[in-house]
């Protein structure tokens, strides 16, 4: 497996003007990547990109992760800016609190389109260039893919779904030398949990956050987890690192199964296979 110094490379990532994709692209940049920023709104977008450096270091387009001609343009239009694109971040994404007997079907598929769904079209628009570089394709999951809350079932549904796509994914790309990994934090200080404080039923379930299995932890030490793993090219990344048990615990058996029971050239034939139909 390559190990990255990240000096000079590419990195894009959609929903770069949020909490916590602002704080990976300023750690990104310290590292010397350039950055191709992905967001909804071009003022946004490109006010974060102005505060990181000239054109040639940082610059935003705007994209949908619901729209994936609009990726596809976005990318597009990074690669021929950048010369290559490296590196992808899948990091957009939402959540809401509420009962499946009063959740509206309406905000149900939103949470799976955005949080899900974008991570596919994100990853399927950059997978050409990132094939190109033999490069890494990363997501933003959480804890919530192992450990499911009640009042959340679209959110750990679609965060679960995402740990599940970046398996599979990854099991299509290894002879291309692409890696893939998913990023699984515990709560951190985002102004979505901002949300949950403020959300009585947030309060109850979680008790604050200050303590016990559901203490927050710092936003840096997120940051820094998803920046050593880009550069490690990990598959699974976890924060805090006590919790790493608890994420394995699921996949325990992956790795053998990927051995075993999809040798050799198994998978790049059946992909061959299946794209003739």
Known sequence: MTRYRLNGLTVAMTGSSGGLGSEVAKALLRRGARLALLDLDQATVGAQAQSLGARDVARGWVADVRDFEALETALASANEHFGRIDVVVANAGIETMAPMASLKPATFERIIDINLTGVWRTFRAALPYV?????????????????????????????????ALCDSTRLEVRHLGVDVGSVHPTFFDTPMMDNVFADPAGNRLWGGNQKGLWKMVSRDSVVDSIVTGIEKRQSLIVCPKRNTLVARAPGLFRPIVDRIGFPGRVVPDAIELATRF
């Open 131 to 163: 094939t190109e570089q033999r490069g890494y394709l990363l997501a933003i999951s959480s804890m919530a893919a192992f450990i499911h809350s009640p009042l959340q079932g679209a959110y750990t549904a679609s965060k679960a779904g995402v740990w």
